[in-house]
């Protein structure tokens, strides 16, 4: 059985920390406390007549009606923030690209680093496994505005704004900030 809005609504109250709470009680289920559980990658799921759903996509469904087809990619990266204002629905590419940085990554902006034998920044992107050098710079706001023009370049539209090299840019004013659809 497909689990609808309005079954979704009937199950759960929401609450705006994201958190959905069961309005029912029966079996191992209590009217009134938290639905669904933690699991190792961080994300909250819940049981259904026995299938296992991810609480942000229920989340979704609660508020927009519909299940999603594609992704569900939290925007600041936390995947147990399931807040309906940090949920967007979105392609496999956009949310791989809303991930963050790598542990060595030093510069604080993904796919900028420092080339030490050079002595200058340098610009890099992955697209489809492949690897791509976007060029040398002296100066670090240089290679990070390389990166992002090539992000927009390839029409990476609506993953912008969760883009460090975007965020980088908006914050020391390199670029004008501008509005992109949710």
Same mark, same amino acid.
């Given at each position: ?8 609504? #009937?199950? +759960?109250?929401? $609450?705006?920390? *994201? ?9 191992? /289920? ?11 990658? *961080? ?7 026995? #299938?296992?759903?991810? $609480?942000?996509?229920? /989340?979704? !469904? ?8 594609? @992704? ?14 940090? !949920? $967007?629905?979105?392609?496999? @590419?956009? =949310?791989? $690209? ?6 060595? =990554? ?5 796919? /900028?680093?420092?080339? %030490? ?8 992107? %992955?697209?489809? &496994? &492949? ?8 100066? +670090? ?13 390839? *029409?990476?539209? *609506? ?7 975007? @965020?980088?840019?908006?914050?020391? =004013? !390199?670029?004008?900030? %501008?509005? +992109?659809?949710?």
């Amino acid at each position: 059985m497909k689990i609808t809005q309005k079954t979704a609504k #009937k199950l +759960f109250n929401y $609450r705006d920390d *994201g958190v959905l709470v069961w309005k029912l009680g029966r079996g191992p /289920v209590k009217k009134g406390r938290v639905a669904g559980c933690l699991n190792h990658d *961080g994300y909250y799921m819940i049981g259904i007549n026995g #299938k296992i759903y991810k $609480r942000s996509r229920l /989340v979704w !469904l609660w508020h927009n009606g519909y299940m999603p087809e594609n @992704q569900i990619d939290h925007i600041n990266r936390n995947p147990s923030s399931d807040r309906i204002e940090n !949920l $967007r629905e979105v392609s496999s @590419q956009c =949310n791989q $690209r809303n991930c963050g940085n790598h542990k060595d =990554n030093t510069s604080g902006v993904k796919g /900028v680093c420092f080339d %030490r034998n050079r002595k200058k920044w340098m610009a890099h992107i %992955r697209i489809m &496994k &492949k690897y791509y050098n976007l060029g040398r710079y002296a100066d +670090f706001d240089e290679a990070v505005l390389a990166r992002l023009a090539t992000e927009q370049c390839l *029409g990476w539209e *609506g993953c912008d704004s969760s883009s460090p090299a975007y @965020q980088y840019a908006k914050k020391y =004013n !390199l670029i004008k900030a %501008r509005e +992109f659809p949710k």
